[in-house]
């Protein structure tokens, strides 16, 4: 069984860089066709896809976030990580990590964590 969870402050101050790390456990972000992608969900909004890192390192950003987005991973320790930079309150959102395989959708996705961006 596949599990995710994130991890990261609840509260950023704007101008800052907002940081969340998804730790998996019950298979590799390294294994074949896995893409492990940031999602998030603004209050009162649907669900707005923000990137992803595919197995074999590679990424890809939403277009309206590309430039304050950076996703890494460290495969050691089978976890990725989301930068967002510049934030502003409507960056606020709970933010999920989750796994898309060789289907379409996603399978599994962590509880997601609740990001507040607040002076």
């Known amino acids: 069984q596949v599990q995710l969870q994130e991890s990261g402050p609840g509260l950023v101050k704007p101008s800052q860089t907002l940081s969340l790390t998804c730790t998996v456990s019950?298979?590799?972000?390294?294994?074949?066709?896995?893409?492990w992608s940031w999602i998030r969900q603004p209050p009162g909004k649907g669900l707005e896809w923000i990137g992803y890192?595919?197995?074999?390192?590679?990424?890809s950003y939403s277009p309206s976030l590309k430039s304050r987005t950076s996703i890494s991973r460290d495969t050691s320790k089978n976890q990725f990580t989301l930068q967002l930079s510049s934030v502003t309150p409507e960056d606020t959102a709970v933010y999920y990590c989750?796994?898309?395989?060789?289907?379409?959708?996603?399978?599994?996705w962590g509880q997601g964590t609740q990001v507040t961006v607040s002076s």
């Open positions: 989750a796994r898309e395989g060789e289907l379409p959708g996603y399978d599994y």
């Open positions: 019950g298979g590799s972000i390294t294994t074949n066709y896995y893409y």
């Open positions: 890192i595919a197995y074999t390192g590679a990424t």
